[in-house]
């Protein structure tokens, strides 16, 4: 986008009318130069005249005395007009009485002091619009935009630096060229304009990056009168804002998904549980903890990383209620898991522990639990649950929430489960899918 900077406006009008009102030594000066070029003129155009025109041509000479060198160029430029033109350019005779020098002197007086107050209204009037200019400039560049300007059609495009910098588009005056700059998508969402003010979102193609862009077009119709003449409008760029409101409404779908996921997995817990449950506070009880060893898993969940948590730390928080020293972990490798493997396995696992704390190994001083985690079959990960030292498992017909899950978990998810009641304890083996690390 093209650079504004403070003055532009200024030093475009310089050529009519100063910025500041010069110093009084300057207009002096620049009105006895002036005064000079218009004496030489006046003898140069002097055998043209039909009638003695005295100060014919100082009158100009005033009006630019007075606008480049201000109040005191005017009135320099006047007195030294009254002067010379009585002195050089009138007739004189003899007998000729000084009064009627004054009659002329006096016009050229009120002549000079009203082209005087003409030149100050011209000067005031060029700074208040290159004041105004340059407000608008500095307005414009403060929003990050920048105007384009179209025919009465809308379709040609008036030369524009600005546009040929975003766009890159070189011929832009071309009959319905600007168009094309727009993503062929959205070209439809330019309407034909027909006399009413238009704003639109649309992606515009970005030389810089050899892409599209977002951008609001305003365009605003110019009347003369009750004709349509041109079309003013401002273009900004607003690509970072349309990204992180896309950005913005995936999150808000994906955490709706979530939350509904959420609450189903809630909904299968508390089901599951009361069937199971022998009274309210066995219920209770049971519900808290399970509900706890899946916040534990919530929690390992990294939200940097897309929702997703290493093996090794889902098992660490989950079994951290039960005596760590019961349990042998070796990792076999590290693994990533998302968030429904994580949440599953943080279950299966709390399940597991839970039985070996109330039937298995953990009811034995000697008993003892070893996982091995993090092995690879194909692209699932794998986890292994062995129970020695405790006592001799019995199977049994009772098939509760655990046992389902154990089962039916992982296999829902793409991976697998196994189950074994050995005499020296229980056996499960899982695999899950596991996650790509970011």
């Not at 008993?367 to 194909?378: A, D, K, M, N």
């Amino acid at each position: 986008m093209t650079q504004v900077r403070s003055g532009t406006a200024e030093r475009r009008w310089l050529g009519l009318a100063p910025v500041q009102p010069p110093p009084v030594w300057f207009g002096v000066g620049l009105a006895a130069v002036l005064i000079g070029l218009g004496t030489a003129a006046h003898w140069l155009i002097a055998p043209l005249l039909a009638v003695d025109l005295p100060f014919i041509t100082y009158f100009p000479v005033v009006l630019a005395a007075a606008v480049w060198g201000g109040i005191a160029g005017g009135a320099t430029a006047t007195g030294l007009a009254m002067i010379l033109g009585v002195v050089l350019f009138m007739p004189h005779h003899p007998k000729t009485h000084l009064g009627a020098y004054l009659a002329p002197m006096m016009i050229m007086l009120l002549s000079g002091a009203l082209i005087m107050l003409i030149g100050e209204t011209l000067t005031r009037t060029l700074r208040a619009l290159a004041a105004s200019e340059e407000r608008l400039r500095l307005l414009v560049k403060a929003t990050a935009a920048f105007v384009i300007r179209l025919d009465q059609t809308g379709e040609r495009l008036f030369p524009n630096p600005d546009w040929r910098a975003f766009t890159g588009q070189k011929y832009e005056r071309r009959p319905g060229a600007w168009r094309e700059m727009f993503h062929e998508d959205d070209r439809a969402a330019l309407p034909v304009l027909t006399g009413e003010p238009v704003q639109i979102e649309a992606r515009l193609k970005h030389a810089a990056s050899q892409a599209h862009r977002w951008a609001r077009i305003s365009l605003t119709p110019v009347l003369r009168g009750a004709a349509l003449h041109e079309w003013l409008g401002a273009v900004e760029d607003i690509h970072e804002r349309k990204v992180v409101e896309e950005h913005g409404k995936t999150l808000a779908e994906e955490l709706a998904h979530r939350a509904r996921n959420g609450i189903a997995v809630v909904q299968a817990i508390v089901m599951q549980s009361a069937r199971g449950a022998a009274s309210p506070d066995d219920l209770r009880d049971t519900l808290i903890a399970r509900l706890q060893a899946m916040s534990r898993a919530q929690e390992a969940l990294d939200l940097e990383r897309g929702e997703t948590a290493s093996m090794g730390e889902i098992i660490e928080r989950v079994l951290a209620p039960f005596d760590s020293t019961r349990f042998d972990v070796v990792e076999r490798g590290q693994a990533v898991l998302g968030r429904q493997p994580a949440i599953t396995l943080a279950l299966v696992l709390y399940e597991l522990a839970t039985n070996a704390a109330k039937y298995g190994a953990l009811t034995e001083p000697g008993g003892r639990i070893t996982i091995e985690h993090g092995g690879r079959l194909g692209d699932l990960v794998t986890v292994s649950w062995r129970e020695t030292g405790g006592p001799i498992v019995k199977p049994s017909e009772r098939r509760g929430f655990g046992h389902r899950l154990l089962e039916a978990g992982p296999a829902n998810l793409g991976g697998a489960s196994e189950i074994r009641m050995e005499p020296a304890g229980v056996v499960a083996n899982l695999s899950f899918r596991a996650q790509a690390s970011p």
